[in-house]
């Protein structure tokens, strides 16, 4: 599966962005999905995780009740609306796919989009 991730930019803190990971072919539904990140400087971190048919998620407790992953499986699409966001939420984010029901670690991921760069500022 190939991976395809937009929606990065520059916001204010506090304000909003909508991240997207669209994959290309049929198997698209049965990989799990996520976001990770990786700010300056720092390692890749994990963010989000959605479940094949998106009824299960999990969070990072730095994104907890501000981030919502979501994905349309008619789309192969995998959203990551982000609120609140904060300075600290500047990094590079990657969407990734892997076989493990809710991944978590990095090593999980098989499959890498190229990462879109969300910049909170003010």
């Known amino acids: 599966v190939q991976l395809q991730a937009s929606g990065g930019g520059v916001v204010q803190p506090g304000g909003s962005l909508r991240l997207s990971c669209a994959a290309s072919g049929r198997t698209f539904r049965t990989y799990s999905v996520g976001w990770v990140r990786q700010a300056p400087g720092k390692e890749r971190e994990f963010v989000a995780s959605?479940?094949?048919?998106?009824?299960?998620?999990l969070y990072a407790d730095a994104v907890k009740g501000r981030f919502t992953i979501s994905r349309d499986n008619t789309k192969n699409t995998v959203y990551l609306q982000m609120n609140s966001l904060k300075l600290e939420d500047t990094a590079v984010y990657y969407c990734?796919?892997?076989?493990?029901?809710?991944?978590?670690?990095?090593?999980?991921?098989?499959?890498w989009g190229q990462g879109t760069l969300v910049t909170v500022s003010s």
């Open positions: 959605v479940s094949r048919k998106g009824d299960l998620t």
């Open positions: 990734g796919a892997a076989i493990s029901v809710l991944p978590r670690s990095t090593y999980e991921y098989g499959y």
